[in-house]
């Protein structure tokens, strides 16, 4: 057998070949390479997982079924570049949620069920999740097969967490860091025995210590926060805001975008940070009508990743049929929550309306009144309506009816109160509800300026006024005879005539005054700001409290009574009514 010979010439060729290979390789490890993720996000959806209203009995937008299909689509295009977050406030809304909370709860919680199924990777706390009580928030902890964060919940006065701060995600070399948090108003809303074991955090501080250490520790090549928490302003106190995303944009340099949520408000924008660098911001509103959406260009030079580009997109997803393999794997469930909600407890002989709620005694607001007088024995009752158009008809009434009735899963406290301190509420409740009239022609209501986005009331139609404050906070009261003129200023308005009973009211006497959970912490601030309690001294005011949600009570108050005739009680009014009844009969018109 004859050797191999290579001639000069090939075998210089050769190596000439080899250098130019090696070169190559060398030249690859410095020349950037480019890879693409996106994420998807859901928040507020509050208990909307099925293309159905369960309280009023129809077809609904969004929902967690369409942002399934929406999902699918996406996973077609983008295989394990797409992630899947949520962003906490599942637990409470609908009836699908309200079941599972307070009926079944043996069961996995069917917004873990869900989640699960839809491949959900990281998904933070609401407050509206907290407000369920502990035994079903953390049962929802405990079912997920992602990881529920909260860097700024911590264990009592500890510096340990209650729930990771922080979730590590690996794509195709790409590391990327989701940073929860949630806003730390809670004891502002809830009492204390549902988040008793925890503190909450003011959230730039969190959010900038725990920025740090993933920097030091996790060298992460993409910074996410995961924000249950507003673009800005709501409650703000010495020790935390309420929402506080702009805040931590600006303040915290790391980040390099941000999914927030809390205020319902669909956004899309970006925030300079005080590093010089744009951040990117993203709201889905709620009930996933939409998703929030980022895209994530990153380009590699030798080991290193580095954010090239973010895009960001709200999709609505009213487009997409909800999807089929999700509708079949969780048609039990749906079918169970639809029978539940179709009891009947009971017989309204007259349809009752928040519309009416707004230009003065309504049998609407007058029942919660009667029924928390009923049951408390208070002396006083001061509610709002809950839903900025609700409507329960004459006849039958059914579980569903009570959502309509009484949207949030309030506690029923009485606390003591002094005539003096009833009567701030008051004052500032009108000041924030009715316009302070000049004419005749003025409005009562006290509505946005139409160049404004800062409306509190955003449900009104498209073209209608909306209100300048938010409408759940136009507390009246029961148990006493009052005036309200519009023609003074916003704190000199509430003229209170006597009790109920014609008895004299006395502004330096103390009264058992029923009020809801959310009002008797401090939401809404018409304890603190206007009737001028301290925050910290609104819990040894507290004389009662309900064990159960104010919904199951009046569940019950209705079935022991099964047929009611709800009336406006008429115990104040706006006035000058020469002024006041024409205004209420055009503003009426203009809202709805």
Known sequence: MKPIFVPMK???????CLCFLLAANLLSACVEKEVQLRIVATSDVHGNFFPYDFINDRPASGSLARVEAYLTEQRQQWGDRLIYVENGDILQGQPSAYYYNTVAVADTHLANRLLNYMGCEVATLGNHDIETGGPTYQRYIHGADYAVLGANILLGDTAHNFVPPYSIIERHGVKVAVLGTITPAIPN???????RELTFEDMTASARRWVAYLKENEHPDVIVGLFHSGFDGGIVTDAYAENA?????????????????HDHRLCCDSVACTDGRMVTIVNPGNNANHVAQLTFSLMK???????????????AMKDYEPDEAYMTEFAPAMDTVKQYVSKRIGTFQKTISTQDAYFGPSAFVDFIHKMQLDITHAEISLAAPLSF???????????RDMFNLYKYENMLYTMLLTGREVKGHLEMSYGQWANQMHSAADH???????????AGDKNSGKGRPKFKNIFYNFDSAAGIIYEVDVTKPAGERVRILSMADGTPFDLDKTYRVAINSYRGNGGGELLTKGAGIPQKELSSRIDYSTDVDLRYYMLNYIEIRDTLDPQPLGTWKFVPEA?????????RALLF
């Open 10 to 16: 090939r075998r210089n060729l050769s190596i000439l």
């Open 189 to 195: 809303w809830l009492p204390e025995e549902l988040w």
């Open 245 to 261: 995303t702009e805040q931590v944009a600006r303040e915290v340099p790391g980040f390099d975008a941000i999914f927030f949520g």
């Open 301 to 315: 030079t030798g080991s290193k990743w580095h954010v090239a580009k973010v895009d960001a997109a709200n999709i």
């Open 389 to 399: 158009n609700a409507t329960i008809e004459a006849g039958d009434v059914y579980v």
């Open 444 to 454: 009562l209501l006290l509505f946005a300026d139409e160049s404004s986005d800062e």
């Open 579 to 587: 002024w006041t009844k024409a205004a209420a009969a055009r503003d």
